[in-house]
């Protein structure tokens, strides 16, 4: 069983940056695609990012292009996102994620349900 452990969230004022980490254990995830979701208070969780197996593929929400950058080590089993120029509408809780199925190292999943298993989550605070 993989379970998921993510640090780094903290409060930052608008323009920062933070880099948020998830650490694995358990189990090897380098055959996972994993992502980074969100949630602010009074929403829904959404989509944030995701990284195929083999890193060769990325994906991010369009509000996130260009600021944050998803990246992995398989070797260290751990799971990054660097956030720059945040904003006060990035404020939420960041969940990093992981999909157990074996796809081929072109996928990267974005959808809630395609994830299998989930950390506890960080707090990230942008202040204006």
């Known amino acids: 069983q993989v379970q998921l452990v993510e640090s780094g969230g903290g409060l930052v004022q608008a323009g920062g940056s933070l880099k948020l980490s998830c650490a694995a254990s358990g189990h090897t995830v380098s055959r996972y695609a994993m992502g980074w979701f969100r949630q602010a208070p009074g929403k829904e969780r959404e989509f944030v990012a995701a990284?195929?197996?083999?890193?060769?593929?990325?994906s991010y929400e369009d509000s996130v292009k260009g600021r944050f950058t998803i990246s992995r080590d398989n070797a260290k089993n751990t799971l990054s996102l660097q956030m720059n120029s945040l904003k006060p509408e990035d404020t939420a809780v960041y969940y990093c994620?992981?999909?157990?199925?074996?796809?081929?190292?072109?996928?990267?999943?974005?959808?809630?349900?395609?994830?299998?298993?989930w950390g506890q989550g960080t707090q990230v605070t942008v202040s204006s």
């Open positions: 990284i195929s197996w083999s890193g060769v593929m990325t």
């Open positions: 994620a992981g999909d157990r199925a074996l796809n081929d190292e072109w996928y990267v999943p974005a959808r809630e349900f395609d994830y299998d298993f």
